[in-house]
């Protein structure tokens, strides 16, 4: 069964590792694995003192992963990396000393790491059942570089997107990211056991250079000022027809992997893949020649050629 329950938000005061602390205990006894309490909270006391001592707000904490492999997660909003521990910390000294920050979190970990994101950073470890009897796991650490963007060329189409639905947008654009995350960090930390997963993460990175640039700057004033629907003129190259195309069907098989637990994230819900995929095909269609389709006309059960405005 995975694990996807809602994030604790804490405040940047005293009190937050202790509240962080209650909460992964919390959820480790719901879920039967008391044996990762003593573990689960030493880690997460270190990395919540981490994020309020060297990171900004907004800070939360959040468990994830299955009841067999939990992970539990501290984001932050500072895109300042972690420092690793030393390689050769002490296991003996270990636990009689104070303040060693991310060695003690190695040492409650059979797995940890970050992944550094545009907007802040995630650190995680997957809590071991008996705290300081093995050899402190090396970090997974894992970055979204920002690529620099080209100018567009000349054969660039500008497509039109009618009735665009701010919020479904959001949503999905937040979904999409906790799925590329996933792919990410196995790809990185789990690659015998998901030799697939570098692949999908390489195939969603070309997915992401052939969206438009300018959509998420609109959809981010449209929020901000209380909109619900825009229509929204965007740039596209006619090369990312190809792979908006394979994306369309990779979408609804990362959906399956999650439906079978064979993948962490939640799958996309049905009005987030409705709003999916009259989103990508409106960019082939467009880039296609063809007219535009308004999002509340779409019908996601007809072949792409046969959508037209009434």
């Keep these: 069964m995975p694990l996807n329950k809602a994030p604790l938000t804490l405040s940047q005061n005293p009190r937050a590792a202790s509240d962080a602390r209650s909460w992964v205990a919390r959820i480790c006894r719901d879920l039967g694995r008391d044996d990762l309490i003593e573990s689960a909270q030493t880690g997460t006391s270190e990395l919540v003192a981490n994020a309020i001592l060297h990171g900004r ?6 468990m994830r992963g299955t009841v067999t492999h939990p992970r539990i997660e501290v984001r932050d909003g500072s895109p300042k990396a972690p420092t690793a521990p030393p390689h050769a910390a002490d ?43 093995q050899e402190p796991p090396e970090p997974v650490f894992d970055s979204v570089v920002a690529t620099h963007e080209e100018p567009y060329s000349e054969r660039a189409v500008e497509v039109t997107l009618l009735g665009l639905d701010v919020n479904l947008a959001k949503s999905l654009s ?51 000022a209380g909109e619900s629907f825009i229509d929204l003129t965007v740039t596209v190259e006619p090369e990312a027809s190809e ?38 095909a409106e960019l082939i269609r467009q880039i296609a020649g063809e007219a535009p389709t308004p999002f509340a006309q779409f019908d996601p059960a007809e072949p792409l050629g046969n959508q037209q405005v009434s």
Excluded at 100 to 121: C, D, F, H, Q, Y
């Design 57 to 62: 707000a907004p800070i939360s904490v959040r």
């Design 174 to 224: 937040q979904q999409y990211a906790e799925l590329h995350r996933e792919l990410r960090l196995l790809a990185v930390s789990h690659q015998e056991q998901y030799p697939l997963a570098a692949n999908l993460s390489a195939m969603f990175a070309s997915y992401e250079r052939q969206l438009p640039r300018d959509a998420t700057l609109a959809i981010q004033r449209a929020l901000r």
């Design 243 to 280: 792979i908006l195309t394979t994306m369309l069907e990779m979408f609804d098989l990362a959906d399956a992997f999650c439906k079978a637990e064979r993948l962490l994230s939640i799958q996309r819900t049905p009005a987030q893949r409705e709003f999916h995929i009259w989103y990508l």
């Design 91 to 133: 296991p003996e000294d270990f636990l009689a000393t104070f303040g060693r920050g991310l060695t003690l979190v190695a040492m409650s970990a059979i797995a940890w790491g970050a992944s550094m994101e545009p907007n802040g950073k995630v650190v995680w470890f997957e809590p071991t059942s008996i705290l300081g009897d």
